[in-house]
Structure formats: C-alpha cells, structure tokens
C-alpha cells in the first residue's frame, strides 16, 4: 500500500473511530446525567464493585488474542473463527466460575443482591467475546464507519432502556440492564454493518501460534486492568459503596475524553504501525506525530475540565454528587498523560515486542501497588493523587524501550509535549478565575467558561506558532475543500 494511500485510511480511520467513540459516549454521557438524577451514589457504587469483576473477566476473554489478530500479518477466515470460539468457550468458563463466587463476593462485601447481580451481569461475556474479534475485522480492514453506526444504534437502545428502568424504580437493576442490552444490541448491529461471520471451522495450531504473541498481552492487560480496578476495590470494602459512587462519577468525566481519543488513537494507529513494522524511520515519525496531536487535542480538555469541574458538576449532577469533584480534578491529571502511554505502548506492540510490553506492565505496576498499599492510612484523596503522580513517572517507563526501538526518548517526546502542556495550564487558570467573575448560576457559566477555555487554547496555540495547530488547521481546509 503506498504511503500516500496509508495516510489516507489512517485519517479517515481516526476520523470514523473518533465520531464512533464520540457519538455512542455522548449519547451514554447524556444518559449518565439522567441516572446520576434519578439513582443515588450509594446505587452507583455496588454496580461499580460488580462491575470490576465483570472487567477483569472480560480481559481475559477479550484481550491478547484481539491484538495478535491486527498485529498478524496474515489473518484469514479460520483465525477469526478460532478466535471467536475459543473466546466463547473462554467466557463459558468464567461465567461459571461468576457463578459459584457470587455468594462471596455478597459476603466480603456485605451488601444484599450482589449474588444476583453477578450473575445476571456476568451475562455480557457472551457477547463481549463475539464483539472482541469483530472489533479486531475493524481494525484491520481500518473500516470504521459500521463500527460507528451500530455502537451509535447500541447507546441508544441501551441508555433509553435503562432510563425507563431506573424511572420505574428498579434502581441498580437499571444500570445492569443498560450493560446487557449494550453488549447484545452491539453485537447484532456489528453482524448487520460488518462482513464477518464466525464459521464452522476451529484450528488449534491458530490458537497456539497467536498465544505465542497473545499471552504477554493479556498477562499485561489484566495487570494494568486488576490494578486500575484495585481503588474500587479496596473503597467499596474500606469505606463505603457510596465513596465508591462518588469516586467512580469524578473518574468517569476525564475517562470520557481520555476513552473517546485515546481509544481512537489505538484502535487506528496499531494497524498502521504493524504495516510500515519494518520501516523504523516511518514508525518513529508516526508515533511522533501521534503523541503531538493527541496531546494538543486532550490536555486542553482535561485541564479545561478541571477548571470549570465546579460548575460542572452543579450544573448536570446537582449538589449530591459535589462529593466527587476533588476525584474529578485528580483524575484530569492522572489521565493527561495517556497520550503518551497509549501512543508508545501501540509502537511497542506493533513492532510485536509484546515481551517488552509485559515488562513495562510488571514495573509500573509494582511501582503503583506500593504506592496505594502505603497510601491507604491516609484516605482515598490521598491514594487517588499518589496514583496521578505515579502515572506521570510511568510516562517515563513506556517512553524508555523506543529509545532503542525507534530512537525516540522520553526527553524527545517531553519536547514535544510541553508547548500543548504549557499554554493548556495558562488556559485552566484563566478559566478557573472566571468562576469567580461571571454571574449567574452554574447553568450560565458553564457555556462561557467553555467557550473562553477554546477561545484562549486557540489563541495561544496560533500566538505561538504551534506545528499541530497548523497541521490540523490545515487538514480541516484541505478537507473542506474536497467536500465543497
């Protein structure tokens, strides 16, 4: 494929995956909005403790196996299908071992319906398994616009379901059902817009071939996942599910941006750097490349939303949930720095070093369970900044094999970070200020708070020449132009 034709499908990949994300995440923000009016923080909570036994199992169904389809140079109809019923056997298994552990979990954690609720919701297995490998079909054919339509079309369905539940006073029962029918609409939209069917075929020798590169890659994502998962654990255990609600709501408006871009970033940028794998110039300048943009589109958002997370919260949770603006704020921090991790951990699997990837898993890790476990005298705020400090220092740690691999250092990539980094921290405080200025309620400032934060980043940004201000300026025409 020619470069010119590469930038192309990776411009319009990035394009689809970024509305894909954006449109179904908007959709189920709006949703969240509603619920977060009409539940409690306390209801949030005991589906946030299920929930993360829900994740770690679904890693295991849906990780490794995903990457090594996109990163194999070769896949063809018998390692997708393999894929796919291997990783519903897998989800079999682990929906039985749900099973037999949901009377546990609901007397560790001492809370009425947990058993239920792990069961019924350990449901979505099923179709998470399907879904990995037609989400890997994606990915590799860089064909996003069916993605796009049918997570659109599963939003919907799910969040207008789940808002007639919660209206009818089924309480947590509502955000199950919103899990369930999301995972099972998706699915069968994904059957209608992509054109992938499992078929009567299994290889086992496919299996093993592609565990070889598999396996490093879910050892690492259940790592990273147990340990992301581990503060929700240990707040709904030590304190309180509604502490649990509370955290999980300030995570989820910085997680929104960071999952939005930085899954877009991802699913876009792995294909396209396991096509040019062989090519280390092309690599290092699209991971450069990478890492600018990225960074000049999401610091500014989540220092803009720690600025205005005041009125924010005021304006679309009401005054129940100011509880979780201090988590809110930690949290922008924390996330800032995914670009950074999510851009070269997708350099180090494409150029299919997963070991190095397991590696890195296991350092940062470590360095991060320490951390919490020696922050938990302290309280929650305290082991949620501790955590925004170690993922700074672990940009460090991602950074350090493409050194070597690409010729691309920590100190390189800081560099071209810190102009996004710096004019995004003049925009918050400004932004922050004018809380203090405006009139009105929250609803009346937080149009204008918005509005000023673009206003000031966009003005700085062409003040100061920056490259990436340009490069996408540029885009943008060169794309109007073709459209008009």
Partial sequence: MADTEMKGKVVKGLLWKILENGGAQGIQFVITIILARLLTPAEYGVVGIITIFITLANVIVQSGFSTALVQKREADRTDFSSVCWFSLLTAAVLYALLWVSAPYIEGFYEIAELKSIVRVLALVLFPGAVISVQNSYVSRSMEFAGLFWSTLAASAASGAFSIWMAWKGFGVWAMVGQQLSYYGVLMLALFV????RPAAVFAMDRIRQMLGFGWKLLAASMIDTLYNNLYGLIMGKIYNEELLGVYNRGDQFPKLIVNNLGAAIQAVLLPAFSSRQGDREQVRQMVRRAIRLSSFVILPMLFGLLAVADTLVLALLGEKWMGCVPYLRIM??????????????????AVGRSDVFLKLEIIKKT???????????????????????????????NAWPNKKLLGYSAASQWRDILPSAGISLVMCAAVYGLQFLLPGGPWVKLPLQIAAGAAIYLLLARLFRMESFF?????????AGRQA
């Fill in 471 to 479: 490069y996408l300026l540029s885009a943008f025409k060169s794309r």
């Fill in 193 to 196: 817009t992509v054109p992938w």
């Fill in 332 to 349: 922008c921090v924390a996330y800032a720095f995914w670009p950074i991790h999510i851009t070269n951990l997708q350099a180090i699997n």
């Fill in 367 to 397: 360095m991060g369970i320490a951390g919490l476990l020696a922050c938990i005298p302290f309280g929650p705020l305290v082991m949620v900044g501790v955590k925004a400090v170690l993922d700074f220092l672990c940009t460090f740690v």
